[in-house]
């Protein structure tokens, strides 16, 4: 999916300066305990689905429709994960951003998984224990998710 209207225009008026954004993350499991990953196509990394929100969108609404333009994935959220600030994101683009992170665990509901948008170059299901290679941030997701139920990570 391309950059989100508001924020072309954001960059219109500040150019690559750091934006402070809105974003959500899915750690997605199916019946088997499978972790629904995608493949970045901007950095080449595995990673859980993920996104922006658009002004005024509720977070859960605004998750679940990035799981299904990103994997083709109809989920449901079962949970708040953790809140948190991310570190500094530098795009190949220039464009700088820093996150507010709501972090939700999710219960796969139907559809299989497919690169269903420009962002991914492959999605797939994975065992926790044959994960890919991917950044420490997107791996302390699934861990917080995989945690028994609990007061959300902060």
């Known amino acids: 999916?391309?950059?989100p209207d508001f924020i072309l225009?954001?960059?219109?008026?500040?150019?690559h300066h750091p934006l402070w954004l809105p974003g959500v993350t899915g750690v997605v499991l199916d019946d088997g305990g499978r972790v629904l990953l995608g493949r970045r196509a901007d950095t080449g990394e595995w990673a859980v689905p993920a996104g922006i929100l658009e002004p005024g969108e509720q977070p859960v609404?605004?998750?679940?429709?990035?799981?299904?333009e990103e994997t083709g994935v109809?989920?449901?959220?079962?949970?708040?994960?953790?809140?948190?600030s991310d570190d500094v994101v530098h795009y190949p683009n220039g464009d700088v951003c820093r996150f507010l992170s709501l972090v939700f665990r999710c219960r796969h509901v139907a559809?299989?998984?497919?690169?269903?948008?420009?962002?991914?170059?492959?999605?797939?299901?994975?065992?926790?224990d044959a994960l890919p290679p991917m950044t420490p941030r997107y791996r302390s997701r699934i861990d917080a998710a995989l945690d028994p139920p609990a007061q959300p990570w902060l």
Request: charged fraction near 30%; hydrophobic fraction near 45%; proline fraction near 4%.
């Open 1 to 3: 999916m391309p950059i």
């Open 9 to 15: 225009e954001l960059r219109a008026m500040v150019g």
């Open 61 to 68: 609404d605004g998750l679940l429709r990035e799981i299904t």
């Open 74 to 84: 109809t989920a449901e959220v079962e949970r708040l994960v953790s809140v948190h």
């Open 111 to 128: 559809g299989e998984p497919r690169v269903a948008d420009d962002e991914s170059l492959e999605v797939g299901w994975f065992a926790v």
